[in-house]
């Protein structure tokens, strides 16, 4: 690892999550893994946080968790986007995309 | 749509409690063996990779309690622990429990109890409907003064303007009732307009009030009786209505029952019937009242109307009446404007007076609910400090400190409701305390003491103070100081709580302080009653009995009340155990109101002066000495000269230092100034107020001014003046039973009567002062004991170093007095503070009364000092050798 993980910016978590069950359906450690990897190390999460995003996304109806087994045989929940969540994840990640632009023009202003 | 999701789903955990945390478990546990899976894969042992996984990622147990806390139901769910838990704390130790609730339920009691009558009595808005629109109108004189009574032809004159929706009138005064040829009993009863039930929208709890007939102006002898005088007259009988009574001797018959919750528009009074007032221009020659012509008016506005301009129009159309209204002309003091005011509350009536009394009470009870929070403080504070360890604990085993906030603080809160419902039930049983002090004359004072919706307020606001108050100090200071002191179990850590010690002191400073002001308070005016009843003229007042009766002036004219009173003293003077008997219109301690005249001496002095009217023999039964002169006799009859008797003041002011005796004076009677030869002089005494110093007074003799109301005197000798007064009941039943006799007291009785509001407050503040001094007593107490057990065995080692059983018990004793002398030091001027507040209410004692302040501050002392010797002495008995091994 090349530098230490680093605190996620405020609420963007969700989207993450939103982002990366977008892909496939997946169990709580394999989003933590997704997000580690896709960040290159940058975000490792803690099981508190992600769960209590897990937990949020489930009662707001964005995703929905099912009980399965996993390749090791073991039983794991499996949590799926609904349809208001992919909704939700292309309306954020647009605004993110118009923040991101907003912040960099501000930051290269001087 | 989620916040539905969030609830439904939030009830599903509640309910199904288990499987939900089953699953959140589950999903954790996997969650980090998948973690540590990884680590092994990297080559690591299982045990390095399940702590490195830890580390990383967060325990399961501290991940389980974040996820779980963040839902809305786990906080219900909390709460409810720390409801039952508390409850089993509290439980746990009833004792503790019982005095804790006891103490804090005085203090609340106190406020509800007072809060209500002072509500009753000041604030209530009265039971009818739309109160808010209700407005009265007050005359304002020639003199500017103003007045309730109006020339009832303004009632006539604003219904026909058409200003207000309705108009009512009422007035009242004093009847004589008979029902079933019972003797005659006075009863007060109120006039009131037809429209009287309809105006105010009330039901009648029996009957329809006042036929449609009357109500459309053909007067009937109908009455409509108070709820409680129909439940103490006739037993609550649901048959009375049709049945006929007798009033003044003219059969009435009974129409309705008023509602049990209505007294009447006046606070303080209830009569016991109502009768409608007569059209103009009819009249009963049995009650001028049913037709008289002045009457306190009540209107109600018509909506939109504001009263600004309600009384801008009322006053133009009442202008031409006033004018040239005949009665209203030819007043001495003929009404000049109508003023406007809201009248939801209606009129003040006698109670206007102890207005101040109540207010002052109201401070008082919230002096002392102060005390009790500070003492339940106190002892929650020492509860926290041995409960330390079980906090330690708590806290280690994962509990948040604001988690064990709130723990403390739900009981506490569990301990204010608990008291704040024991403190309902004081008031409701001790409501009536307050009304007992007030005189009951003639005319009771009555007030509906159920408590209001805003007395339960009140009463839930205070708990609720009282809860943040007593469970906001202990939860922090327990919690505030470093938890695992708590764990260790050497001395270092149970006497480093040096904080919650000192703030324990602090507290019992604040109550010395306070009830400091509380008994101060009480001092200063039971010196004023002292002073009073020192004050009081007359000798062994509790000898002299007071009958007053009331023959009908509609029925009995002059000669034959002057027949009547005559043969009433006679014959009651000769009965056994009686040693005088004589009358006076008034008598002592009477209403002075009307009785005030110019007295003009022949060379045009005059003198404004008291006066009563009295029957030969008066002087002796009072026992006001005659100092010259000689008192009126039965031939000073009206064939014969005008008399009258005055006293030394008024003799001296008229004539200086002439003798007086047979010198003429002019004074008015029946309207007209007569001549009276002076025959007698008296001792002038405080006769209608014992607060003032004896104005300038004379009498005239009854055999010749003629009596209304007069009031029987009594002296008895030896006998037991309760049966004298048997025996005087019972022979004016045998000389005249039409005429009610009533109101039978002591001149002792009456006399306190006048003392209301300061017996009021004194008895009240004396009984706050001594729970206030308990309360203290207490709370000193238990911080002592508590400090001594701490310093059992630096005592110890004092001991075994030599100290003696003296310098160990003024060791400890200083401690406690220590804070009792600073709560002194901050008390006294706090107490001046408040005391010279209620100088106006003193009678010559000074706020700042050296005697009485002293007094109080050695009671105090002495009570404190008592409270610190109990555990000095046991300090004194420790044993060195059990004290050092003892940890």
Redesign the interface.
Known sequence: MPDKPSDLVQGTLDMLILKTLALEPM???GI??RIEQMSKGVF?????S???AI??L????LIDGEWKATE?S????YYALTDQGRKRLSSETREWGRQVAAIARILEAS | MSLLRSIASGLRSLFRKERVEGDLDEELRGFLDMAAQEKMKEGMSSKDALRAVRLERGSLEVTKEVVRSAGWESVMETYWQDLRFGLRVLTKNPGFTTVAVLTLALGIGANAAIFNTANAALWRTLPVADPQSLVRLVAVRQDHRESNSLPVGVAEELRRSGIFSDVITRTDDGLSFSYNGSGAERVVGEVVSPNFFAFLGIRPALGQGFSVGVQKGQWAPEVVLSYRFWQRRFGSDPHVLGHSIRLNNYPFTIVGVSPQDFYSLVVGFDPELRVPQMPPGQSLSQSELLSSRYAEIMARLNPGIGIVQAEAAADAACQQFLRDDQLNRHEVNPTRHIHVMSGGRGWQGDLAKYRTSLLVLVGLAGVVLLVTSFNLTSMLLARATTRRRELAVRAAIGAGRSRLVRQMFTESALLAMAAGAVGLAIMSSTGNTILGFLPQGHINLVLDLSPDLRTLWFTAGLTVLAGVVIGLVPALQSTGNNLTLGLKSDSAASTGDSRGAIFRQALTIGQVALSLSLLATAGLFERSLANLRAADPFPQPDRVLLFRMKPQKELYDDQRIRILTAEVVRRMSTLPGVKFAALAEEGPYGSRGAMRATVRASDGRTVDADMDIVSPGLFATLGIPLLNGRDFSVRDDEGSKPVVVVDELLAQRLFGSDDPIGKMVEAPLHGNDVAFEIIGVVRATRYYDLHQTPPSMFFYNLQQAGPYMPTLHVRVGSANPEFVASEVRREFGVIDRDVPMFDVRTLRDRALDTLAQQRLVSDLAATFGALALTLVAVGLYGLMAFSVAQRTREIGIRVALGAERKQIMSLVAWQGMRIVFIGVALGLPASFLLTNLMAGMLYNVHPDDPLSFATVTFILGMVTLLACYIPARRATCVDPLVALRYE
């Open positions: 169990h709580g450690y933590s893994v490792r999460l803690n099981a508190g992600l769960f209590l937990q949020r489930e009662r707001d109806g090791n073991r039983r794991a929940k």
